[in-house]
């Protein structure tokens, strides 16, 4: 089993910074994939940006350039730095883990509000 800790959300204005952590902990060695998810009100859930194990990130088109996503695999965390944040990138933000399996994992999420 993997367990997912999101941490970092809050209330930002337009143009601010954020800074989203996920800490896994249990079955942690068999995580090869990393990401983050969101889901603002009466909309589906979306990417936001993914990380492999080794490195090779994904990003969706509307944060490229704005989000960086990195994962420190020692410490068994990943991260999403979130710059230049939109009233439209208000959600409650999911971080994700993928193990062998394979098996997705979800943390349950935190909420980011962007006021202009």
């Known amino acids: 089993q993997v367990q997912l800790v999101e941490s970092g959300g809050g209330l930002v204005q337009l143009g601010g910074s954020l800074r989203l952590s996920c800490a896994a902990s249990?079955?942690?060695?068999?995580?090869?994939?990393m990401g983050w998810y969101r889901q603002a009100p009466g909309k589906q859930r979306e990417l936001v940006a993914t990380i492999t194990s080794g490195g090779i990130t994904n990003y969706a088109d509307s944060v490229k350039g704005r989000f960086t996503i990195s994962r420190d695999n020692a410490k068994d965390t990943w991260n999403l730095q979130m710059n230049s944040l939109q009233p439209e990138d208000t959600a409650v933000y999911y971080c994700t883990a993928v193990e062998y399996g394979p098996y997705t994992h979800w943390g349950h999420g935190t909420q980011v509000t962007v006021s202009s």
């Open positions: 249990g079955r942690t060695f068999s995580i090869y994939h």
